[in-house]
C-alpha cells in the first residue's frame, strides 16, 4: 500500500481493493496464512530461542522450547481454522512483560442469497455479521476507516481450556466494508489477557493501543 495518506474521494473510487496495511511496532510480528506460513513459523521461533539465556539450565531448555513451539503452532493452526488471512504475535517482550496478546486479520462474504438486498443498512449488515458467533453483551459502534463503513464490537469471552485459552480475554473486533465490493467485509480480531484479568488496566491500555492501531488502517490498491 502506497504510504501516503488517501482522501475519502480515492477510498471510494479508484483501482479494485488488493490488500491492506497496518502499522506495528517492531515487538509484533506476522505470519501469513496463506502462502509462506512454516517460513515465518521457523523465523519467529529462532528469534524467540535465542533469548534464552546462555546460562539456563539445560534440562529445562528443551521441554520449554518444544511447550514453546506447540502454543505457537497451535495459535497459528486455530487461525488457520477459522480461514484467516494474517496472525500478528508480540514476538519480542516490551519493557521485559511479555504480552498476552494477538491480532487475526481475515475477511467475511455476505451469503450470496443476501447480496443485492438493497433495503438492508450496511451497518446493520455488519452487525449481522458480527452476531454470527452468538456473542452477547458486546459494545457495539460504528465510523469510518479509510474511507469505509466500520463497526466494532468489545466484549470479554470466557475460558476456553479446550482450545488453549486457560484465561478469559478481552476482544475487540472491527468489521470494515470492502470498498466497490457489496459483499466482502475486512476482520481485524484483537484479543488479550491483559495481567490475567481481561479487564485490568494492562488490558485497557492494550484495547486503546489496538484501536490507535486501527486508526492506520489503510487499503492497499492496484
Request: hydrophobic share 40%; aromatic share 6%; proline share 7%.
Amino acid at each position: 500500500m502506497a504510504a501516503e495518506e488517501q482522501t475519502r474521494t480515492a477510498a471510494v473510487a479508484g483501482p479494485p481493493v488488493t490488500g491492506y496495511r497496518l502499522l506495528l511496532p517492531g515487538q509484533w510480528d506476522q505470519v501469513p496464512l496463506r502462502q509462506g506460513t512454516e517460513e515465518a513459523i521457523r523465523r519467529i521461533l529462532v528469534t524467540a530461542f535465542s533469548r534464552i539465556p546462555d546460562d539456563a539450565p539445560q534440562d529445562k531448555i528443551g521441554p520449554y522450547k518444544r511447550e514453546l513451539e506447540r502454543r505457537f503452532r497451535a495459535a497459528v493452526a486455530q487461525a488457520q481454522e477459522g480461514k484467516a488471512l494474517d496472525l500478528y504475535l508480540p514476538v519480542k517482550p516490551t519493557a521485559d512483560v511479555n504480552l498476552g496478546a494477538s491480532i487475526v486479520v481475515s475477511e467475511t462474504l455476505l451469503p450470496r442469497h443476501e447480496q443485492g438486498a438493497g433495503q438492508t443498512e450496511p451497518t446493520e449488515v455488519a452487525v449481522q455479521l458480527l452476531s454470527r458467533d452468538g456473542v452477547d453483551n458486546a459494545d457495539l459502534s460504528s465510523g469510518e476507516i479509510d474511507g469505509a463503513l466500520a463497526v466494532r464490537r468489545e466484549h470479554v469471552a470466557d475460558a476456553d481450556p479446550a482450545r488453549d485459552a486457560e484465561l478469559a480475554s478481552r476482544r475487540v473486533e472491527y468489521i470494515i466494508a470492502v470498498p466497490d465490493d457489496p459483499g466482502r467485509w475486512f476482520v481485524a480480531a484483537f484479543s488479550t489477557v491483559g495481567g490475567g484479568d481481561p479487564r485490568d488496566e494492562l488490558a485497557d491500555a492494550l484495547v486503546e493501543w489496538f484501536d490507535a492501531v486501527m486508526a492506520t488502517f489503510r487499503w492497499r490498491r492496484g
